[in-house]
């Protein structure tokens, strides 16, 4: 019995409860006698999912993986709500209301990744900046010291000048 089809058998209520004795000798795999059956066949799907992502994910903690991870909780949430019938409408609202805050988080994100680029390149761009302003600086000092020294020059050949016509 798949999970959308658990509510339309009789009796389908009882696998939300907890699965008695007689149910767990009649059935041959071991369950938790704790959960209710729709709760152990989400865990179950969960698990496995996760077990066959687990050998694709060649790094943890990075955003594949997350991604990954994410991918095998949105499954088994997807059937979790086409178990249920009466609440499928409030639970598919609450995944769009979800949905929508993720992939703002994603968009924030990539900007965040951005900027950090920018700002990262914004310390070497700085030290090109401050470079190049203090050639161009010295550029000017060495300019205006010929100027001045050409200046001199020529104001001390007035002076000479001025002098010899003065001595004669």
């Known amino acids: 019995?798949?999970?959308?089809?658990?509510?339309?058998?009789?009796?389908?209520?009882?696998?939300?409860?907890?699965?008695?004795?007689?149910?767990?000798?009649?059935?041959?795999?071991?369950?938790?006698?704790?959960?209710?059956?729709?709760?152990?066949?989400l865990e179950g799907c969960l698990h496995d999912a996760r077990r066959a992502a687990s050998g694709l994910q060649a790094t943890q903690n990075?955003?594949?993986?997350?991604?990954?991870?994410?991918?095998?909780?949105?499954q088994v949430f997807d059937m979790f709500i086409g178990s249920m019938t009466t609440y499928r409408p409030l639970l598919l609202r609450i995944k769009q209301a979800y949905l929508a805050a993720l992939e703002d988080a994603a968009a924030t994100a990539s900007d965040h990744v951005q900027l950090h680029t920018?700002?990262?390149l914004m310390a070497s761009r700085h030290a090109e900046a401050v470079a190049a302003a203090k050639q161009h600086a010295e550029r000017s000092a060495a300019d205006m010291e010929d100027e001045l020294v050409s200046k001199l020059q020529e104001l001390e050949w007035q002076a000479e000048q001025a002098s010899k016509e003065f001595a004669v």
Do not use: C, Y
């Not at 009789?10 to 071991?30: D, G």
């Not at 990075?62 to 949105?74: I, K, S, Y």
């Open 62 to 74: 990075t955003w594949g993986a997350r991604q990954v991870e994410l991918h095998a909780h949105r």
């Open 1 to 41: 019995m798949s999970l959308p089809d658990l509510f339309k058998h009789q009796n389908a209520l009882a696998a939300l409860r907890p699965a008695n004795i007689q149910q767990l000798a009649s059935k041959q795999t071991p369950q938790d006698h704790t959960k209710p059956e729709l709760l152990q066949r």
């Open 118 to 120: 920018e700002l990262s």
